[in-house]
């Protein structure tokens, strides 16, 4: 009799145990439901501040965009207001199809006569902005947006949360911005408690010296994000000599894309004496993901740490 009322006992124990799961678990479900569906709409009339301290007033939602930067036309790509976009820098040219939209020039010298033909409800820009340019925009009656933040991956959520504010895709900007952390903390797990092998990353290089990130600075800060230690950290304002590089004889070296191939780093007198360039440790980044403080932002550091840390990938 005593077991039977034991077992009885120990049952209506487990029963409870596995309500109050179930409980939270449907608790959890309602919260996390609850918080994606109060992502609301951006409600006009609007009136932010912009990176400049300026207040931005829009009427409606912005029909005719035109975007003065690489990583806002990234974004509103990712968060799908790319049917808006009516005007691009010449250096926006991600995704491939942005060369189909109409482009005013470049980042810093946009042809101000080709902006006022496209009628846009809102120009935004970015860092590389010139105050005279926005003088003569908003002397001709145009809106436009500046928008930036710190250059880590905070400054870019921030940026990509405001953007998707301004246009009325709040919940896509949040979709982005968690695909970004998820990715984020991926690779930091993946490489952690790994070695951490020097790295140079050279942007450009030549007589006058290299052009390569010292401390602090936001590609350093994503080589140690990505389980690597940054050998021209010592650098100052972007510049390291040759002489400094063959001291410090990095175990890996990462070249620009766009700037520098391998085949003509590992082919200069000096440079190819490194050991990393005879041991085939001698890499190739698409540098515009790390550069541009957009929603490509943490495919370059996974693209950084699977070249420090192929191992970590497989």
């Not at 449907?26 to 301290?53: A, G, M, V």
């Not at 009325?168 to 790994?194: C, F, L, R, W, Y």
Request: aromatic residues 8%.
């Amino acid at each position: 009799m005593f077991k039977k009322k034991k077992i009885l006992s120990l049952i209506l124990t487990l029963l409870f145990v596995f309500s109050l799961a179930a409980c939270t678990t449907n608790k959890n479900t309602e919260n996390k439901n609850t918080n994606e569906n109060t992502i609301s709409e951006t409600k006009y009339p609007l009136t932010i501040k912009d990176s400049y301290n300026r207040e931005i007033k829009l009427d409606k939602e912005p029909e005719r965009i035109i975007s003065l930067a690489p990583n806002i036309t990234e974004t509103i790509y990712a968060i799908g207001k790319d049917n808006k976009l009516v005007g691009r820098t010449d250096f926006c040219d991600y995704p491939q199809k942005v060369k189909e939209v109409t482009s005013i020039g470049g980042l810093q010298d946009p042809n101000i006569e080709k902006i006022v033909e496209l009628k846009p409800d809102i120009v935004i820009a970015s860092t590389h902005f010139k105050r005279d340019v926005l003088k003569k925009l908003e002397d001709l009656g145009i809106k436009v947006a500046v928008l930036y933040g710190a250059e880590d991956f905070e400054g870019a959520y921030n940026t990509i949360k405001s953007v998707g504010k301004l246009l009325n895709s709040n919940k896509k900007a949040t979709e982005t911005i968690k695909n970004m952390k998820n990715k984020v903390d991926g690779v930091i797990k993946k490489v952690a408690g790994k070695p951490t092998p020097s790295v140079y990353y050279v942007v450009s290089f030549g007589k006058t010296g290299d052009f390569t990130p010292g401390k602090d600075t936001f590609i350093d800060k994503s080589i140690t994000m990505a389980g690597g230690n940054n050998s021209a950290s010592d650098a100052v304002e972007w510049k390291y000599s040759l002489e400094k590089l063959l001291e410090k004889n990095p175990d890996i070296v990462i070249c620009s894309k766009y700037f520098n191939t391998k085949d003509s780093f590992k082919s200069t007198n000096g440079y190819k004496d490194l050991s990393a360039v005879k041991n085939n440790k001698l890499f190739e980044i698409d540098n515009n993901m790390l550069d541009r403080q957009g929603p490509r932002l943490a495919d370059g550091l996974e693209a950084l740490a699977k070249i420090i840390h192929p191992e970590a990938f497989k």
